[in-house]
Nanobody, 124 residues
C-alpha cells in the first residue's frame, strides 16, 4: 500500500470547475495505475476515471466524459482530476486509488491503496 492524500474539494455552483489533487507519498507515481472514484450518500462507490503509467492511457466514465479529465504529473508525484461543467449530480466524496498492476479497472477491488476522500458539493 502507498499513502494517498486528496485535496481540492469544495462547494461550487453548477457549471463551475474544480481541480482535485492526489499526492502519492514514499513511492514514484510512475509505478502505479491510478483512478478516481466517487461515492454519493446511499450509493455505491463509482469509477470516474483511470490512468495507467503509459503516457496518454486514460479512460473516463461516460457520465463524466467531455467534462472531467484525469492526468498525472510524475515530477510532482501527483494525480489530478480537472472537473468542468459541474452538475449537482456530481456531488459526492471523491477518492483516489492506486494499484501496482500496469492497468486500471473500474472495480474498486482492483486497487489496494485509497485516500481518505475529499468532498465535492455542486449547488444548483
Amino acid at each position: 500500500q502507498v499513502p494517498l492524500q486528496e485535496s481540492g474539494g469544495g462547494l461550487v455552483q453548477a457549471g463551475g470547475s474544480l481541480r482535485l489533487s492526489c499526492a502519492v507519498s514514499g513511492s514514484s507515481i510512475s509505478s502505479y495505475s491510478m483512478a478516481w472514484f466517487r461515492q454519493a450518500p446511499g450509493m455505491e462507490r463509482e469509477f470516474v476515471a483511470g490512468s495507467s503509467p503509459r503516457a496518454g492511457d486514460t479512460y473516463h466514465a461516460e457520465s463524466v466524459k467531455g467534462r472531467f479529465a484525469i492526468s498525472r504529473d510524475n515530477s510532482k508525484n501527483t494525480l489530478y482530476l480537472q472537473m468542468n461543467s459541474l452538475k449537482p449530480e456530481d456531488t459526492a466524496v471523491y477518492y483516489c486509488a492506486a494499484t501496482t498492476t500496469n492497468y486500471y479497472a473500474s472495480s474498486a477491488g482492483h486497487y489496494d491503496s485509497w485516500g481518505q476522500g475529499t468532498q465535492v458539493t455542486v449547488s444548483s
